[in-house]
């Protein structure tokens, strides 16, 4: 963006008086300035949707189709615009940048969502694990599941009548170490989440993914580094996914598990997590509730007293993993830091984009 702003500043300031004046045949220099408006409207709307108030699906859709045209009118400006780019190595570059995006277009568009649709899964169950929120269990159609490590998520298209076609990205909460299915933990938190229940097992699923370096296996692979996993809410997804892959591995590290819900009613998957619990030798797990008056264990937010008091038996060369709220985010890695946690250790998953 700075450079695209500073270059017609430097191209043109010596001709200002000329462009000022406005006439047809500068037309491609005036596209350059509604590039230029473009290109500025997709950043801010993109950096500032939840401010400006832009349901995601609708700023989506724009956003793409601006791109894309930007693109279509970028090509018409540059060759335009001068004569420099019209022969010699400076239009072997402009075409081959042109030929690229055609490709990566073609790729995005064509290719791999034909791929993605060959390898389907089938919704294989959906259960209700808690306040809000479902587990869903896809099957692929194919026999095994791609390759992730724990804490990556991926981007689900459903094909079921209950739902709009939507691609959302949700973490896989299961574990490599169980390869015949890929687990969902969803809670609603919109629209379309809300729907979550009403799948249907046997409704279809593309599934693009995994991304992502959430994971202790992209942090600290090969080592028995320590690990301090903070969740809020539903952020407790990624870190189920890395404690069912240690218990499913016997990993016998230390790990701390802070997690803050409102209520007790809003702990998900509570069973499973007593059970892993008793598994794992090394895992301590902390319930911090914010809203429940009668509960005797640690209460209120994850400020710094708290994390100080919670994570006193921690070695500060710990590996550690914060997910949640972006506000209990902010806090919490601005605490960690105050404690003495070097940012370099201080990993991060941002659910709302
Ligand atoms: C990397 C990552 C992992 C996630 N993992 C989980 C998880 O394990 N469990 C869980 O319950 N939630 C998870 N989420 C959040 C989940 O994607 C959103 O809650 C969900 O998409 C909201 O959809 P909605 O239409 O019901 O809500 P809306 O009210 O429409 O949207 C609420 C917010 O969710 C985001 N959002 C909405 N639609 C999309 C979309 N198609 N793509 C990306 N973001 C969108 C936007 O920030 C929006 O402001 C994850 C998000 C990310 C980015």
């Not at 500043?9 to 220099?29: D, H």
């Not at 609708?58 to 780019?85: C, E, K, P, Q």
């Not at 959430?214 to 996914?241: C, D, K, Q, W």
């Not at 008793?278 to 209120?300: A, C, F, M, N």
């Amino acid at each position: 963006m700075v450079l695209a702003s500073l270059h017609p500043l430097l191209v043109f300031a010596p001709k200002a008086r000329e462009i000022a004046a406005f006439r047809l045949e500068i037309w491609p220099a005036l596209l350059g300035t509604v590039l230029l408006i473009g290109l500025w409207s997709g950043v801010c709307t993109g950096l500032w949707r939840g401010f400006l108030n832009l349901p995601y699906q609708i700023w989506y859709r724009f956003h793409r189709l601006g791109m894309f045209s930007l693109v279509v009118l970028y090509a018409l400006h540059v060759m335009n615009v001068t004569d420099d780019l019209k022969r010699g190595w400076p239009l072997y570059a402009l075409l081959t940048a042109l030929a690229l995006y055609v490709a990566l277009f073609i790729w995005v568009k064509g290719i791999k969502p034909r791929r993605l649709k060959s390898r389907g899964y089938t919704v294989a169950k959906v259960t209700g694990v808690g306040k809000d929120t479902h587990a869903v269990e896809l099957s692929p159609r194919d026999g095994s599941v791609f390759r992730y490590a724990p804490g990556q998520f991926a981007f689900v298209t459903f094909q079921s009548k209950a739902l709009p076609r939507e691609r959302h990205p949700w973490t896989i909460a299961s574990t490599p170490t169980k390869p015949d299915s890929l687990i969902f933990t969803i809670k609603s938190s919109g629209d379309f989440t809300a729907l979550i229940g009403e799948l249907e097992p046997g409704d279809t699923a593309t599934i693009d993914g995994p991304y992502g370096l959430f994971s202790y296996l992209a942090h600290v692979p090969n080592s028995t580094r320590e690990l301090i996993m903070i969740a809020g809410g539903v952020g407790i997804t990624p870190m189920l996914s890395m404690l069912r892959y240690m218990s499913d591995r016997g990993d016998t590290r230390k790990v701390t598990l802070v997690w803050s819900n409102k209520t007790e009613a809003d702990i998900l998957h509570r069973d499973e997590l007593e059970s892993i619990e008793g598994k794992l030798e090394g895992l301590t797990v902390h319930h911090v509730l914010t809203r429940q008056k009668d509960y005797t264990g640690p209460s209120g937010r994850l400020d710094k007293n708290m994390l100080s008091d919670l994570l006193s038996a921690c070695s500060q060369e710990a590996c550690v993993f914060v997910c949640g709220p972006p506000p209990m985010m902010d806090t919490v890695c601005k605490a960690l830091k105050q404690i003495g946690f070097s940012s370099r250790r201080i990993h991060t998953e941002r659910f709302s984009i």
